[in-house]
């Protein structure tokens, strides 16, 4: 099978939407544990009443991590949700770090705690805050999010305060200017989160243009499937953009993905184009 | 177009038993359609799309003539096929479009039924589109007595040289359809399953599955694909229109490829669901349904004792 899959870069804000604590616990210590690599000072922060007890740390530690010694050095920092979550803590954390001589710090955050902590305008004003300070300063910054929990309005919501992206259990939706790299596969399982993320990155994209024509590029060299019902929200998520005068260009699909394409003729939508490498 | 006095859909059945009558009773339909500018298509193999030709005034103008491999692949994609076009031309300002074809039905008493029921699915699924008329010949010396059956029953009207007239053996499409379906023992292979999980998790473990049980089979890798697409597109209207558990089969034998969805629900006894196009933004069974059958070779649903079954069949490339 041709499916390609080298990862594209993961953005420096970007939403985790996870369907178990296994999930949770091995990408966010996965991507912690890419920062101690990078020399980066790596902080997080989950509760403590955790079920079966894992917790970051003993996954980073399972996976050959010197914590203790990590710690000790000011590398590695675990912070209880009172000290992490509240309003202006972020901006603190961030520049300690970095007066501390790290080239880059690396967060990992539970979203549903912060959710439950801040009230919903300080929640929201939270996440805004890290977007500008990921724009504005040597950082990078996961926010995860239980995926039954994140639904309806509430992933809606959720998307358009990530509007660098989302990862989750099939797919990942990476957004940047006028282009969007989707990866993985989208099918009756995450279509609702394809549709919110391309909704949060087409509404970022037109609103970054002005008055100007968007011309959206999708990426999708790096989907190995695409249901009917995600090709439909192709569609049906661009639909404002595209009304607006703008056009969106599916770019780059397999062969396979290419013929969901056609038979569903997307090529035909107004101001929807198709655009296939040359073999 | 559209107004009270267009045309409403055509099917005529037109037979012969000579390549002159064939001529004396088609080509009045073709001149009249190129005298009206209307689009004019001819479907039809060698000798008699020569002789067709030869008989409309100058080389036949605007007439296209494809070859029936051209058109007559799959059942459900000439649905498509035709659809997309009588639409298109429409479109594009022509009054009407004419369509005169033969289809080689072939030696397969599967592939006999599946085109047979084709002749009666188009009469439902065109029956929205205007100002299509479709002339099917059919030779009564050659083609066995089950197809000329079959498509004394299937052509609403019937066109000769020089009449068109009602065909009193017309049976509606659904009632066609419920006399002819295959159906009870030996509608799945006898042997085990290459692949049967009994309560599917999720669609993403049903491709995987095919995947995997595909790769040793002579199938290519574009065949494989459709099928994954299509067997997704089922076992997701399983999940979202039927009862679980949704268990999925799939059988390899040296001729196709067999891929059941059974679910526990009722299903439903729509015979002609999923061959009408259906526009990318609609969000229904039909609509999935509609895409599968683009992708596969039959596909059919039966109720049986354990649920509501759908069917897939992808025949290995030189079995018909």
């Not at chain 1, 007890?53 to 912070?79: H, K």
């Amino acid at each position: 099978m041709a499916l390609v899959t080298a990862e594209p870069s993961w953005p420096v804000h970007f939403l985790h939407l996870y369907a178990t604590d296994t999930e949770r616990l091995s990408t966010s210590s996965a991507w912690l544990r890419r920062g101690l690599q990078l020399g980066e000072r790596v902080v997080w922060s989950e509760p403590s009443d955790l079920p079966g007890g894992r917790s970051v740390a003993s996954v980073l530690e399972e996976g050959g991590v010197d914590v203790v010694a990590a710690r000790a050095a000011g590398r590695l920092v675990q912070l209880p949700p009172a000290e992490f979550y509240p309003p202006g803590s972020q901006v603190t954390i961030v520049d300690q770090a970095l007066a501390d001589g790290f080239p880059a710090v690396r967060i990992a955050a539970d979203g549903d705690t912060a959710s439950r902590t801040l009230s919903p305008a300080a929640f929201v004003e939270s996440e805004r805050m890290v977007e500008v300070l990921c724009r504005t300063r040597p950082m990078s910054y996961m926010c995860q999010y239980e995926r039954s929990l994140t639904v309806g309005s509430r992933l809606d919501q959720i998307s358009e305060i990530h509007p660098q992206g989302l990862r989750e259990r099939r797919g990942q939706v990476y957004a940047s200017g006028d282009v969007v790299e989707l990866a993985g596969e989208f099918d009756m399982s995450n279509e609702d989160v394809l549709g919110a993320a391309l909704r949060a990155a087409s509404g970022a994209a037109s609103g970054a243009s002005g008055n100007r024509s968007v011309a959206l590029e999708i990426g999708l060299s790096r989907v190995t499937f695409l249901s009917r019902g995600a090709c439909r929200v192709l569609v049906l998520a661009t639909e404002p953009l595209r009304m607006a005068g703008g056009v969106v260009r599916l770019a780059g699909p397999q062969p396979h993905v290419e013929a969901a394409l056609r038979v569903l003729e997307l090529g035909n939508v107004p101001h929807m184009q198709l655009v296939v490498k040359e073999p | 177009m559209n107004g009270p006095s267009a045309r409403e859909f055509r099917h005529d059945g037109l037979f012969y038993r000579s390549d002159d009558e064939l001529v004396a009773a088609a080509a009045p339909f073709l001149r009249d359609g190129l005298a009206a500018s209307e689009t004019v298509v001819v479907v039809c193999a060698e000798p008699r799309a020569s002789a067709l030709v030869d008989a409309l005034p100058g080389d036949g103008g605007d007439l296209l003539v494809l070859r029936p491999t051209e058109l007559y692949r799959r059942t459900a994609t000439t649905i498509a096929a035709l659809q997309k076009l009588a639409e298109r031309e429409l479109a594009n300002g022509r009054p009407g479009v004419r369509v005169m074809g033969e289809i080689d039905f072939g030696d397969d008493p599967e592939g006999k039924a599946e085109w047979s029921a084709y002749e009666a699915v188009i009469n439902a699924a065109f029956a929205h589109v205007p100002m299509l008329w479709t002339v099917c010949a059919f030779n009564t010396r050659d083609l066995p007595e089950e197809v000329i059956s079959a498509a004394t029953q299937t052509h609403p009207h019937l066109l000769t040289a020089t009449t068109r007239t009602p065909n009193p053996s017309y049976l509606e499409p659904a009632q066609f359809l419920r006399r002819s379906a295959a159906g009870g023992p030996g509608w799945l292979p006898p042997t085990p399953p290459d692949i049967d999980i009994p309560s599917l998790a999720d669609v993403g473990q049903l491709r995987g599955g095919i995947l995997g049980a595909l790769e040793h089979t002579g199938l290519d890798i574009e065949t494989r694909h459709h099928l994954v697409f299509a067997a997704n597109e089922v076992a997701t209207n399983a999940f979202d229109h039927g009862r679980p558990p949704v268990r999925v089969r799939l059988w390899c034998t040296p001729s196709r490829v067999i891929c059941t969805v059974t679910d526990s629900g009722d299903g439903f006894d729509d015979r002609l669901a999923g061959y009408t196009r259906i526009g990318e933004a609609r969000a229904t069974a039909a609509a999935g349904l509609w895409t599968a059958r683009q992708l596969v070779d039959h596909l059919d649903a039966a109720r049986t004792g354990q649920g509501f079954t759908v069917r897939m069949i992808l025949r290995s490339s030189g079995s018909t």
